[in-house]
């Protein structure tokens, strides 16, 4: 197990296997369920993801945030901390993002990738000036969806009955859209020009 001595005549002799020795090592390093020295090793390999996945599995939480931080920057902790909020689940998960003041980041990259029920959990419980915000973005899948009934009750939800009578406009669903126009300033004007 002299693996610095070994590593040295790796990189002298044969340089071009250097980097899978190194994740030779970590994979070594991790079935003795020893997580620091095969972050070393992933890390010499410069394979953060691997390291951080590895923290992933074993829920270890606390380390992969910091691999990704530190390797990874900004967005990779974003990630890894929605991940294991995600994980969590819940409250658990919601406070874990809201103690590290990823509450509104989290909410983005729920929504980028239309994970509305986690992005309505977060602003329910840490960020309810959210919820109107969520709302709209929910509404707005579901019109693209065909989902229209369900849109309009997102876009009242958000507080945006325009948005909905023009998409009642749209689809020339002429009743729907009048009688949410009732609600919006000039909106029978513009059903009836329509």
Not at 70 to 91: D, I, W
Not at 110 to 121: G, H, I, K, N, P
């Amino acid at each position: 197990r002299n693996f610095d001595r070994m590593l040295m005549l790796v990189s002298q002799f044969r340089k071009e296997v250097l980097n899978d020795t190194y994740l030779h090592l970590a994979g070594q390093f991790l079935a003795e369920s020893n997580l620091k020295q095969a972050e070393h090793y992933f890390l010499c390999a410069k394979d953060w993801k691997a390291a951080v996945n590895m923290y992933r599995e074993r829920l270890e939480w606390d380390d992969a945030l910091r691999v990704a931080k530190t390797h990874g920057g900004a967005q990779a902790y974003k990630q890894v901390a929605y991940a294991s909020a995600v994980t969590l689940g819940g409250e658990a998960g919601v406070k874990l993002l809201s103690s590290r003041g990823l509450s509104q980041s989290a909410i983005s990259y729920a929504l980028e990738r239309s994970d509305y029920s986690f992005a309505f959990q977060i602003a329910t419980l840490s960020l309810p000036s959210e919820l109107p915000n969520i709302h709209f973005h929910f509404a707005m899948s579901l019109e693209d969806s065909g989902s229209f009934m369900r849109a309009e009750e997102e876009f009242l939800k958000a507080n945006k009955p325009r948005e909905a009578m023009e998409m009642y406009l749209h689809q020339h669903e002429w009743e729907h859209a009048e009688r949410v126009a009732q609600n919006v300033e000039g909106g029978l004007e513009e059903v009836y020009e329509a």
